[in-house]
């Protein structure tokens, strides 16, 4: 496998002394070990950047909780096309592991094309409810969906937490006024 990882710049003593090689033989590792290994391929190359959550001295002191924290943005090549890693994982004890909320699922083209797949199947079942139809299972999950649908605001999500579908309108013009849309990594 090809690698060029872009390191830094890191701007800490603490960073400076922290990143070398066996730092990196640790990414290297983790590549394989981690993210080519959600996969049947072999990877070819893998690109990418690795900066520090912090990057100041005043944070990176003996009892940070943040300095061993790095934030990765990779792009692993394969016959099927790319698929690319952004996450913030902490180096500990020679090996790294995800930071609380994040994770290290690999998005190849073919998690990618079942994400839209969910995402639309999603965006019908909230257009049914809109239309005064009743929810469909999670089509992520099969649960229950959980609707909650007053003049001010629109609620869908999975009672097992797969997504939340929410929007706030005017009670008047039932105009959308903002919303979001949320869905954890599988
Ligand atoms: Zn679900």
């Not at 959600?38 to 690795?50: H, L, M, P």
């Not at 698929?83 to 699922?105: E, Q």
């Not at 929007?167 to 919303?179: I, K, V």
Request: some cysteine; aromatic content about 10%.
């Amino acid at each position: 496998m090809d690698i060029h990882i872009e390191f830094g710049p890191f701007k800490t003593r603490y960073h400076m002394g922290l990143v070398g090689a066996r730092f990196r033989a640790s990414v290297e590792r983790f590549i394989s070990d981690v993210l080519v290994a959600q996969t049947d391929e072999g990877c070819s190359a893998a690109q990418g950047k690795v900066v520090a959550e912090v990057n100041e001295d005043r944070f990176c002191g003996p009892r940070s909780l943040v300095r061993d924290n790095f934030d990765f943005d990779l792009t692993l090549s394969f016959a099927s096309g790319p698929a690319t890693f952004k996450s913030r994982l902490r180096y500990r004890d020679g090996g790294l592991t995800a930071v609380r909320g994040f994770s290290t699922y690999l998005w190849t083209q073919d998690r990618v094309a079942e994400r839209e797949r969910q995402t639309a199947a999603i965006e019908a079942i909230c257009d049914e409810v809109l239309d005064g139809g009743k929810p469909k299972p999670c089509p992520i999950c099969q649960a229950p969906l959980e609707v909650v649908n007053v003049p001010a605001m629109f609620n869908v999500q999975c009672s097992k937490e797969c997504f939340v579908y929410n929007f706030h309108r005017d009670p008047e013009s039932g105009d959308c006024l903002h919303g979001h849309f949320f869905m954890n990594d599988p």
